[in-house]
Structures are given as C-alpha cells and as structure tokens.
C-alpha cells in the first residue's frame, strides 16, 4: 500500500510569491492535515479537511490556505512568501474510523523563501 | 490548551548505552492519546507508538519501552542498547479534540538523540 505522496520535496521561491504543495493521502483516507515545522516554533497544526471541508485550523494568517478535491487529494496554498514561511510542510492522513485515526505522515516538502 | 513538553533538547549518548527520552504533558481532557514519532534526516514522521489515556500498562517493543504515568503527566520513551540507526529527532505528541469533531496533534520540541559509534 502507498504511503503518503507529497509534491514538490524541495522548493525555492522568493518574497511575496505564491506557492502550492500537494500532498496524495493513503488510498481510502479521507481525512488530511497539514503540519509546518520549523526550527523555532517546531511542529504546528495548520489545517485540516475531511470530504473537502476544511473542519479546523490552526493559528496562522490568511496567506495561509487549503482544498481538498473529491478523491481525497489536498493542496495547500501560501501567498505573498515571507521569509518566515520557510519551513518543512508535512502532510498526514487518516482512515477517519470511530475513535481515534492515526495520522500517517508524508515526506514532506521543504520550503525555502528567499 | 494542550501542551506537551520535551526539556531535553538534544541527548549525545554512545552505542549500546541506554537512553530515555522524557516527556510531560498537559490536558483537561480525560480521554486523550498520546504518541512517539521518529524523524530521521529524510524528514518524514515515523509513528512508534499511540497510548490511550485509560491504558496505563508499559509497553515493550524489541529496543523500544515506553513508561506512562498519568499520575505526573508523563510518558517516557526508553531505548536500549541503543544503535547509531537510533539516531533521530524524536517526538512526543498529544491528540487534541477540536470544535470540528476532527483530532489534531500537539507536539512537543523534540529531542535530538545522537548515538556514536
């Protein structure tokens, strides 16, 4: 079985560009969180989507966004690049069973903003 | 809020030695999860283990133990004999049930765990 794919893995842009990653949960998860780790602030909640609904969202500003299509796939989107937005974005998906799911993390896709 | 607290930031120890890795955390829930990631240098999150808050047995996998008290909040991760392979950043988290219905995790810092040969 296919763990979680995440795209692109390594990514460069500058100041106030835009940028998508994508991430391709487990076959049959449907439920998608995102994650941003960086060295000061380590790992922190950004969103999450269940049946292309976002159901909850951490603490970040707007430039901050997400979707998630009809066969579970999800994007997230960060516009205006800061250089603090330079992290690793981590992607993880659940079954989404009675009970607890657990997340099963993707490789992640390295961003750097200069 | 939830809060997990990870106090040793990095732990250098030799091969075979044993290490543990402590973790504190903080909830009002009564039910609750908690967990420990390995991330190596590639990046991704490597699940070792979930606990749930009503099972208070220890936990032994190979290497691998795990202590949880609920009585100091605290859910240790023990490696023995430790192996350069056990080099990583090691994570604990606590699931945090939000307004959605979804679960979330909170994490800790993590601590870097160096194994020399």
């Known amino acids: 079985k296919a763990g979680v794919t995440q795209t692109p893995r390594y990514l460069i842009k500058t100041r106030g560009q835009q940028v998508t990653l994508s991430c391709s949960p487990i076959?049959?998860?449907?439920?998608v969180s995102w994650y941003q780790q960086t060295p000061g602030q380590g790992l922190q909640f950004l969103f999450e989507?269940?049946?292309?609904?976002?159901?909850n969202k951490g603490n970040f500003p707007g430039r901050f966004s997400g979707r998630q299509f009809s066969n579970s796939r999800s994007e997230m989107n960060v516009s205006t690049l800061e250089l603090g937005d330079s992290a690793l974005y981590l992607c993880?998906?659940?079954?989404?069973?009675?009970?607890?799911?657990?997340?099963?993390f993707g490789p992640g896709t390295r961003l750097t903003v200069l | 809020a939830q809060k997990v607290t990870q106090a040793q930031t990095e732990i250098s120890v030799v091969e075979k030695e044993d290490v543990t890795l402590d973790c504190v955390y903080e909830t009002r829930d009564t039910t609750y999860y908690l967990f420990w990631y390995k991330q190596p240098p590639s990046g991704e999150l490597v699940f070792l283990i979930r606990r749930n808050s009503f099972d208070e047995q220890n936990e032994i996998s190979g290497r691998y133990s795990w202590n949880f008290q609920k009585s100091t909040s605290s859910f240790n991760f023990t490696i023995t004999a430790s192996q350069v392979v056990d080099s990583a950043v090691y994570f604990c988290a606590l699931s945090e049930l939000t307004q959605g219905g979804s679960e979330k995790l909170v994490f800790g810092k993590g601590t870097k765990l160096t194994v020399n040969p």
């Open positions: 989507y269940f049946s292309e609904t976002q159901r």
């Open positions: 076959s049959g998860h449907r439920s």
């Open positions: 993880a998906s659940s079954l989404e069973l009675a009970g607890y799911n657990e997340q099963f």
